[in-house]
């Protein structure tokens, strides 16, 4: 936005005020998908409640944060086992192997390969910690932003410039949750949303910042205001980029500001309760993607090593061994899902594979797609 930041200050600024909120607002961003201007994938280390590190990244996935390499020596010399991510980072650690160990053939090695999924052993847990004097800067400067280029002069936004310049001004902002102040919000939908009203009435000029339909705070951006009122909204979904209608009511006065800033209008369960309903819709999609993948991975694999020739009828035999191999592969799902020892979970893989067949009446090899 030209002219709203020297560029020395915007680098600054950037550096220090957006990278904290942006270092807050991150497991969000991984959850829901958003990626990057630059296309980079973003990642985050994380511990589960069992003790076990990984990287988090975009869609929610968990990937392991280090490669495990197990040595073991043997009379002629030393045999390695390794662990990795995915084929292309056990290549890279495959590689920087033979470096020391010349006879390593890196491409029989991955011929052999085995690919198997695991699941984290214990849960993942979202911080909600949001704001702060660095982050909250961050959050004051984007609706400052709005309300110059709303053609407002950020002279008369005299609030928001003592706490922008100010190490020890008084923060102009809270969080509000006491009522929805977004009228038109599309359910379900993270949205980020950044709006300005200047009303003469009550002399104020206020601003709301709103990231992924979560945190949400009203700003209080100037007094004294005197003129026509001025009123400005910009919301999008984070997720697309795509620019959403919405309105936003910020009909305060001096009194509600003081509660405001006060956290008389914060409110535990209403955050909760907002987190809920945009984050649980994404973890059940998450969680249908993944059942299907297994599911259909599980049968395509079943299908190809059960014996039986394909556009055949499958023997009762080829049925039995067909059963058997997708709860080999589908057992962990199963198991990572319900929390039931691998036995109880085998179970309900087999007789969900076993419903499959009666209710495709298919008895004959094919692939799932």
Known sequence: MRGFLHDGCNHRSGQTWDAALEKQLRPLALHFGVKRQSGRTLRMAIT????????????????????????????????????AASIAKGR????????????VDVESVLAGAEVKRTYAQGVVRIDLEFGGPVSGRSLVKSALALAHDAGLPIDRCGNALAYLREADAEPCFGYH???????????????????????????????????????????????????ERLKAVYALDPRTGAILDVAVRLDFGVADVRAIYDYERDDAEKRQEAFGKVFGPVLSDYQAAERDRVV??????????????????????????????????????????????????????????????????????????
């Open 92 to 103: 890279e650690v495959l590689e920087g192997i033979k470096r020391k160990y010349p006879k």
């Open 48 to 83: 589960t409640t069992a003790g076990e590190n990984f990287l988090l990244s975009a869609g929610g996935r968990l990937e392991m944060s280090l490669p495990e390499i197990k040595r073991t020596p043997i009379p002629d010399g030393e045999t390695f086992q390794v662990k």
């Open 177 to 227: 949750y006491a009522d929805d102040l977004v009228d038109g919000r599309p359910p379900v939908t993270p949205l980020h949303c950044v709006a300005i009203d200047a009303n003469a009435t009550t002399g104020l000029i206020l601003g709301y910042v709103e990231y992924f339909g979560i945190h949400r705070a009203v700003v209080c951006l100037g007094r004294g205001y005197s003129g």
């Open 296 to 369: 259909r991975d599980s049968l395509n694999f079943a299908w190809a090593n059960c014996g039986g020739v394909p556009d055949q009828p499958l023997t009762a035999e080829h049925l039995a061994r067909l059963k058997e191999l997708f709860a080999d592969q589908a057992t962990p799902w199963w198991k990572h899902v319900t929390g039931l020892d691998e036995p109880a979970a085998r179970l309900l893989a087999l007789a969900y594979i076993s419903q499959v067949l009666v209710a495709a009446q298919s008895t004959t090899v094919s692939a799932t797609g």
